[in-house]
């Protein structure tokens, strides 16, 4: 007859595990050594049994830990920056200087945008004028082809005069 069952048995087999994982690790951390501590108690002129030490040495381990984890995390940093110093840089220098030639290269091209516009825009003009222009010369040959009025010359002399005092 027996009193514990089989998941019972697991779970105490299980925390039996956990107790030897935790005795190990305590075990391997008094292994760390802690030269400073041994030298300091050596030294100490009140240093014999019954005073114990453990709590220097426990402290000292402690500090090694942080010394060890400030460490990583310095080389993180390090690595990090490095990175970012890779990032920052191509082929052709920096990207700094790259956006600086394509700045340059984009007002050059603006410079040159906004002259074609201009010349747009004036060539705008002297079509409107042409167009204006012609239309008038038809209308007046409009009118001499089918009267022959004093209405007809006055409007061709006034569009031959809007071609020869109007600058292209």
């Known amino acids: 007859m027996n009193r514990f069952t089989e998941k019972q048995l697991e779970e105490a087999d299980y925390r039996l595990d956990e107790i030897r994982d935790a005795k190990v690790e305590k075990e391997q951390k008094l292994r760390v050594p802690t030269p400073r501590t041994d030298e300091e108690w050596a030294a100490w002129p009140y240093a014999g049994p019954g005073i114990s030490v453990h709590f220097g040495r426990e402290l000292e381990r402690e500090l090694i830990a942080v010394t060890e984890q400030r460490d990583q995390w310095k080389d993180k940093y390090i690595q990090q920056k490095k990175d970012l110093g890779h990032e920052l840089r191509d082929p052709n220098g920096t990207i700094w200087s790259e956006c ?39 209308e007046a040959l409009r009118e001499m082809q089918y009267c022959h009025t004093d209405k007809a010359e006055r409007m061709a002399n006034e569009a031959i005069q809007s071609l020869t005092t109007k600058k292209l």
């Open 100 to 138: 600086k030639r394509l700045k340059t290269e984009l007002d050059a091209v603006t410079k040159q945008r906004d002259g074609l516009r201009s010349g747009i825009d004036y060539a705008s003009d002297q079509l409107h004028t042409v167009t204006e222009q012609r239309d008038r010369l038809a």
